[in-house]
């Protein structure tokens, strides 16, 4: 039976797994599916599971070997550029196919004041021109980038699925919680950035509807936004931009093996 190993943590990943698991019309295969560990209660897929790194390229290519893997996908977060690289590498070195499925990113509509950061530290440079009370929403990773002493006077709402460690902006509030957001309501985007005063927003490019009424909230508020661009998928690495789009590169892929 074919084994595809999905290298996931995402919406997407998840999504893929269910169509997998559902199974109708489909060829049987072995899925896995391979959470990194950075999360400690992660949404499980459907399907066998394991859970921590692979130690860099040469360890996930031994392990493509060593568990006979078909196929890869690497349906890990846009920003993960590590594990992509590594994911490419283990790919060729393994001699296994690789489809990196990745959600397209946001695209700005008219009403949009947007400013493009290549990285958080960019983003950093960026927010003392921009705003005084910010609301940053990339993740507990890369804080570092804030806690710097040019930003010292700014104040931070950071939001996140667990707790940041240090360092981290000096004059910060957390705010621990998980999407999909909601534009309305009490824990609504508008009622945060009303009730917080925010007067700027750092997000990264990630793209999807989860986390995108932000955008909208700000939109209306007529906010800045400091979007940070996502790292670019490893060159020669072909994308799909769902997981439908994903699973019928893998089924097709899988029918063509002898």
């Not at 399907?47 to 031994?62: H, K, M, N």
């Amino acid at each position: 039976m074919p084994h595809v190993l999905i290298l996931g943590g995402t919406a997407e990943a998840r999504r893929l797994a269910e169509l997998v698991a559902a199974g109708t019309g489909l060829p049987a295969f072995r899925v896995t599916n391979s959470l990194a560990g950075r999360v400690s209660t992660p949404r499980l897929p459907p399907g066998e599971v394991r859970v921590g790194g692979f130690g860099g390229a040469e360890g996930l290519a031994e392990w493509l070997r060593a568990h006979q893997v078909d196929v890869l996908i690497d349906a890990t977060h846009p920003f993960a550029e590590t594990i992509g690289f590594h994911a490419a590498r283990a790919a060729a070195a393994a001699h296994v196919p690789l489809l990196a499925l990745r959600r397209p990113g946001w695209v700005p509509v008219e009403g949009d004041d947007w400013h493009r950061a290549g990285s958080l530290a960019e983003a950093a440079a960026l927010l003392p021109g921009l705003g005084r009370r910010v609301f940053l929403t990339t993740g507990r990773l890369g804080l570092a980038a804030f806690a710097v002493a040019a930003l010292d006077e700014l104040w931070f709402l950071v939001r996140s699925v667990e707790a940041p460690e240090a360092p981290h902006p000096a004059r910060m509030e957390v705010l621990l919680d998980r999407g999909p957001f909601t534009l309305d309501g009490e824990d609504g985007e508008r009622e945060l950035l009303r009730r917080h005063r925010i007067d700027v927003l750092v997000t990264k490019d990630s793209g999807g509807p989860a986390t995108a009424p932000k955008l909208t909230a700000a939109r209306e508020a007529g906010l800045p936004v400091i979007v940070v661009r996502r790292p670019p998928v490893p060159e020669g690495v072909r994308v799909a931009d769902s997981p439908e789009q994903a699973l019928h590169w893998l089924v097709s892929r899988l029918s063509q093996r002898p």
